[in-house]
């Protein structure tokens, strides 16, 4: 589950487990209800432990870096702002697209303020449910 989690190649992930026939095994694998949640779960693990952070971290290198082509930091800032776009500020009730300048700089003192708050903060990691039974029988 978790090669296929990783790669969504089927075949290669029965491969790997193991089967002599990868190519059957992997479609009859992918019918199986209980495999299908346990990919997704792995899925899940693997966006919010690893690549949400990946990419924000991507973005705030290019955002900071003063070096980086001003398009890129545009394009950068595109992304953070589309993802934003449904943000609502708590203080206020209005969302980005509605607050003044002085409403949108103190709600990024707000968060920066926060997020300072998390940093000292242990974050657990979410982790796949591992399954009652295996699956990949």
Known sequence: MKEYARTSDGV?????????SPGPRATQNLQKPAINAAIRAEQEAA???????????????????????????IAAGKVVLGAAKGTTDTATGKSL???????????????KAEH?????????????????HDVMS
């Open 47 to 73: 966006l919010h432990n690893e690549l949400v952070p990946l990419a924000l971290g991507r973005l705030r290198k290019i955002l900071e870096d003063d070096n980086i082509a001003p398009q890129h930091h």
């Open 116 to 132: 300072g708050r998390h940093q000292a903060e242990t974050l657990e990691p979410i982790e796949a449910a591992p399954p009652e």
């Open 12 to 20: 290669y992930a029965a491969a790997k487990a193991g089967y002599g």
């Open 97 to 111: 697209s509605e607050m003044s300048l002085a409403e949108t700089e103190a709600m990024l003192l707000a968060l």
